[in-house]
């Protein structure tokens, strides 16, 4: 029933600019954490953003800090990932994901505090 729909992916230059957008059914995005993350080929999956539901703080990896920016639009139940100053190591599949209710004891940081997943944006940063 939930469904989370990742676009905006795609071939960038170094230096370049990219926004992802997660578009959210079957849930109020309002109601959840969400969050941002990436696996390149051969590497396990890695948090990149995230912002809570109750504090509205967000969190991000130190690889992106200053670069990355996660956003919602509550009206359109859509998360975005805005990418600047992007890098080739920045090279990924981008999947966003719904934080679960029932793990709050799990860090933000951990993939398995997140219950939902879309099925991802490839995001190649040529140099």
């Known amino acids: 029933q939930v469904q989370l729909v990742e676009s905006g992916g795609g071939l960038v230059q170094a230096g370049g600019s990219l926004r992802l957008s997660c578009v959210a059914s079957g849930l109020t995005l309002s109601n959840y954490a969400m969050g941002w993350f990436r696996q390149a080929p051969g590497k396990e999956r890695e948090f990149v953003a995230a912002f809570s539901r109750s504090s509205g703080m967000t969190y991000y990896a130190d690889s992106v800090k200053g670069r990355f920016t996660i956003s919602r639009d509550n009206a359109k139940n859509t998360v975005y990932l805005q990418m600047n100053s992007l890098k080739p190591e920045d090279t990924s599949v981008y999947y966003c994901?719904?934080?679960?209710?029932?793990?709050?004891?799990?860090?933000?940081?951990?993939?398995?505090?997140?219950?939902?997943w879309g099925q991802g944006t490839q995001v190649t940063v040529s140099s």
């Open positions: 994901a719904r934080r679960s209710p029932m793990n709050q004891a799990i860090g933000v940081f951990n993939v398995r505090s997140y219950d939902y």
